[in-house]
């Protein structure tokens, strides 16, 4: 049975934070750093905080960088919050030479 709603727990980020906020509006989230929990959730929030290129490595680290592409990839709902959303994509211009470690393409510019 997949979780309705799942919160990506890569040991990094502001993930108590965005539990607890969730469990304000009477959500019960799946915190996990299970990728087949990631897979099959019926919604997904990646919570971030800090740098892209360490955000990547833990995501790699827990080996769940692959269940975050194909879960977006699904076309399901889904939150990056802050740095969560970011490294999604290629990164801020003043990152792109590292976007080899974004989980899908594109360029974030920023929001004005």
Known sequence: MSAPL??????AGNLRSVEQALRALHYEPRVTSDPSEVER???VILPGVGA????MRSLRAHELDEAVRAYVASDRPFLGVC??????MAGPR???ARSAS???PGLYSGCR
């Open 83 to 88: 740095m969560g959303m970011q490294v999604l």
């Open 94 to 96: 003043r990152m792109a």
């Open 102 to 104: 974004a989980c899908s």
């Open 6 to 11: 799942v919160v990506v727990d890569y040991g």
């Open 41 to 43: 959730a019926q919604a």
């Open 52 to 55: 892209a290129g360490q955000i």
